[in-house]
Nanobody
Framework: QVPLVESGGGLVQAGGSLRLSCVAS????????MGWFRQAPGKGREFVAG????????NYGDFVKGRFTIGRDNAKNTVHLQMNSLKPEDAAVYYC????????????????WGQGTQVTVSS
């Protein structure tokens, strides 16, 4: 098990920014690929961003279009998602996820999940 805890969600106006963080309690994340997903009410879970265990590879959902940046600090055992130029349609619960490092694309294959953090964007 990899207990993941997200933080940083909240209410922001359209055009604003939020920085989400994910930490693992009692486990090191350095050997895991990490991802962020989101789920809005009535919709399925959607891939937002992924980063390989070393940080060398990143991938983003098509809708991101340069607005979000995923990063990790293995020394601090954290992964973050910097979200800029937020839109009302970005409102969702955002989940951090982990998988053992793989060469597969970063948009799937995760099996450890956090509880999520709510992001609300007002227009």
């Amino acid at each position: 098990q990899v207990p993941l805890v997200e933080s940083g969600g909240g209410l922001v106006q359209a055009g604003g920014s939020l920085r989400l963080s994910c930490v693992a309690s009692g486990r090191t994340l350095s050997s895991y690929d990490m991802g962020w997903f989101r789920q809005a009410p009535g919709k399925g879970r959607e891939f937002v961003a992924g980063i390989s265990w070393s940080g060398e590879r990143t991938n983003y959902g098509d809708f991101v279009k340069g607005r979000f940046t995923i990063g990790r600090d293995n020394a601090k055992n954290t992964v973050h998602l910097q979200m800029n130029s937020l839109k009302p349609e970005d409102a969702a619960v955002y989940y951090c996820a982990a998988r053992t490092n793989q060469r597969n694309p970063l948009n799937s294959g995760y099996y450890f999940w956090g509880q999520g953090t709510q992001v609300t964007v007002s227009s």
